[in-house]
C-alpha cells in the first residue's frame, strides 16, 4: 500500500496553496489544499476538512495550517463559509477591497457545506495530540456548529435545513430536482437556479429567518444531517480532551439529530431514508447515496442497518455495481452514470462545451471517494466488516487504475471530473482500516472481467407530493 500513501501524500502536496494572508484575518500566511489545480483553485470547506484529515498522517504541521487557515475564515456570526478565495481577498489597493465587498454578499461567503469539520479537527488531534492546537481552534468550531443549530433547524426537530443544492455538497442530486421545479435537467437549467435562489437570499439580506419564512428551498438533507451528527460527537469528545465543560450539550444534540434522522427521515415502505422539503417536510424519494448515509450514526437501529446494507447497498442493479457506489442507484431514472471531464488542460471551448452543452452534470449516478468513506465506516460500525472490505478494495481499485479523480465512472472505474483531485486520497484512511492481508483477499475476489453498462428498466418511483 506504500505506493498508495506516496501518491497520496503527492496530490495532496502539489495542491497546497500559500500566500500572504489579509490583514485583520489573524494570520501571517494563509495555507490550503485545493481540491484541484486549474478547476478548482480556492479553499473549498468540506474539500479542506477531508484534506486536512488524510494530511494528518503524513504531516502534522501542513494539517494544522489547514483548519486554522479555515477557521480564521469564519463570518462575524460563526459560520464557516463554502468558499474562500483567499488569492482574491488577500489583494491590497482599491481591488483587493472590491473583492472583499462582492466576497461578503455572495454565496461563496453566506452559504456553507456539511460540517465535516470538527471529524477532521478529531484526527488532527489524535495523530499530532496538539492539546495547545486544540484549545486554540475549538472556540471557532463549536461557534460553526452553535451557529448551524441556532440559525438552520427553523421548525425545532433536530433536523438542520440547507438553503440551496450547493450547501449539500452534492450539488446536482437529482434529490434536488423536484424542489427546484427544474423541467429540463441540464447543468445550465442547475446554475440557473442556483442563480435565482442566490440572488433571493441576497435580497432577504442572507437572513435565516426571512430565508426561512419564503420557503422557497429548506431542505432537511439527510446526508448532511448525518454528517452534523457524527460532528457533534467528534466536537463533544473533543470538548473533553481540552477540558470543556460543554461537551454534554453537544452529545445530547447529536442524539436529538440521529433521533429525528430515524423517526423523520425513514420510509418504511422502501426502507430507504429521504430527505425532507419545506416546512411541511414532504419526502423527497429518490434512492441516492444520502439514503444510505445514516450507516454511519451509531444509534441505527440494527433493523434499519441491515434493510440499507443488504436490501439496498448490495442490490447489483442499485448500488452495488463493478465500482460502488454510485451517487444514486442505477435503477432510479434520473440514474446517469457517465458525466464529462472538466479537464484542466482543456481549451475554453471545450471547457465551455463540457461546462454547458454536454450537461456536465455531477452526482447523478458517478461515484465518490468521499461517500464510500463514509459508508465504509459506517459498514464497520454495523458489524459488515466483509462489505466494507470489499468497498475499500473497490475504491483501491479505481484509485490503483484511474489514478484520483473528482469522480468516476461506476461501470467502467475511469476517472471523471477533475484530476488530481484531493479528496479521494480519502482512499488511503479506507486501506489503512483494514489488515493488508484482508485488503489483497478482498481485491483478490474482485478480479473478474468488467461488465458492459447495461440498460436498466427504471423502476417506479413513489410519487412526489409537493402540493
Ligand atoms: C463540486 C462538488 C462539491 C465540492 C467542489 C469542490 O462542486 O459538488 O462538493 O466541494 O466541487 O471540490
Redo the contacts with the bound molecule.
Keep these: 500500500m506504500q505506493d498508495l500513501h506516496a501518491a497520496a501524500y503527492r496530490i495532496l502536496l502539489g495542491n497546497v496553496r500559500r500566500g500572504r494572508a489579509p490583514k485583520g484575518s489573524g494570520l501571517k500566511e494563509y495555507v490550503y489544499t485545493c ?2 489545480r486549474g478547476v ?1 483553485h480556492h479553499q ?4 479542506s476538512c477531508f484534506h486536512a484529515f488524510v494530511m494528518a498522517r503524513f504531516d502534522g504541521e501542513v494539517a494544522k495550517a489547514e483548519l486554522r487557515t479555515l477557521l480564521a475564515a469564519a463570518r462575524p456570526h460563526g459560520l464557516v463559509p463554502h468558499v474562500i478565495p483567499w488569492d482574491a481577498n488577500s489583494r491590497s489597493g482599491l481591488r483587493g477591497w472590491l473583492a472583499r465587498w462582492l466576497y461578503d454578499r455572495s454565496h461563496f461567503a453566506n452559504l456553507t ?1 456539511p460540517p465535516v469539520l470538527a471529524l477532521a479537527l478529531e484526527e488532527v488531534y489524535a495523530r499530532t495530540g496538539d492539546v495547545a492546537f486544540l484549545r486554540e481552534v475549538l472556540p471557532a468550531t463549536k461557534r460553526h456548529y452553535e451557529h448551524l443549530a441556532r440559525e438552520r433547524d427553523p421548525d425545532a426537530d433536530g433536523l438542520l435545513s440547507i438553503i440551496s443544492p ?1 450547501e449539500s ?3 446536482h442530486s437529482p434529490t434536488f430536482d423536484a424542489v427546484l421545479a427544474l423541467g429540463r435537467i441540464s447543468a445550465l437549467d442547475y446554475h440557473m437556479a442556483n442563480l435565482r435562489l442566490t440572488t433571493l437570499h441576497a435580497m432577504a439580506g442572507w437572513q435565516s429567518e426571512r430565508i426561512f419564512a419564503r420557503d422557497r428551498f429548506s431542505v432537511e438533507d439527510v446526508a448532511f444531517n448525518c454528517i452534523y451528527a457524527l460532528g457533534l460527537r467528534s466536537l463533544a469528545a473533543l470538548c473533553r480532551e481540552a477540558g470543556d465543560p460543554e461537551g454534554p450539550v453537544f452529545l445530547r444534540r447529536a442524539e436529538e439529530t440521529e433521533r429525528a434522522i430515524v423517526m423523520r427521515c425513514y420510509d418504511p415502505q422502501t426502507k430507504l431514508f429521504y430527505s425532507l422539503h419545506s416546512l411541511r417536510d414532504v419526502p423527497l424519494p429518490v434512492a441516492t447515496v444520502g439514503s444510505l448515509m445514516p450507516l454511519v450514526l451509531p444509534t441505527l437501529p440494527q433493523e434499519m442497518a441491515r434493510a440499507l446494507v443488504e436490501r439496498h447497498l448490495l442490490r447489483e442493479d442499485g448500488f452495488w455495481l463493478p465500482y460502488p457506489v454510485p451517487s444514486v442507484a442505477a435503477d432510479q431514472p434520473q440514474f446517469t452514470p457517465t458525466s464529462h471531464a472538466l479537464h484542466r488542460r482543456a481549451g475554453l471551448g471545450e471547457w465551455l462545451r463540457n461546462r454547458f452543452a454536454r450537461h456536465h452534470l ?2 447523478r449516478g458517478s461515484t465518490w471517494v468521499n461517500t464510500n468513506w463514509f459508508l465504509a465506516r459506517g459498514l464497520r460500525l454495523h458489524g459488515y466488516d466483509d462489505v466494507a472490505d470489499a468497498l475499500a478494495a473497490a475504491t483501491v481499485e479505481l484509485v490503483r487504475r484511474s489514478g484520483f479523480w ?1 469522480y468516476y465512472q461506476p461501470f467502467t472505474g475511469e476517472g471523471q471530473g ?1 484530476e488530481d ?3 479521494s486520497t480519502l482512499v488511503v484512511d479506507m486501506a489503512d482500516e483494514v489488515s493488508p492481508a484482508r485488503l489483497e483477499r478482498a481485491l483478490a475476489l474482485r478480479r473478474r472481467p468488467l461488465v458492459p453498462e447495461p440498460t436498466f428498466a427504471p423502476a417506479p418511483t413513489m410519487r412526489l407530493q409537493l402540493e
Excluded: S, V
Design positions: 481540491p484541484a478548482y473549498w470547506l468540506w474539500d457545506q450547493l455538497g452534492m450539488d455531477i452526482w473528482e477533475a483531485f484531493g479528496w
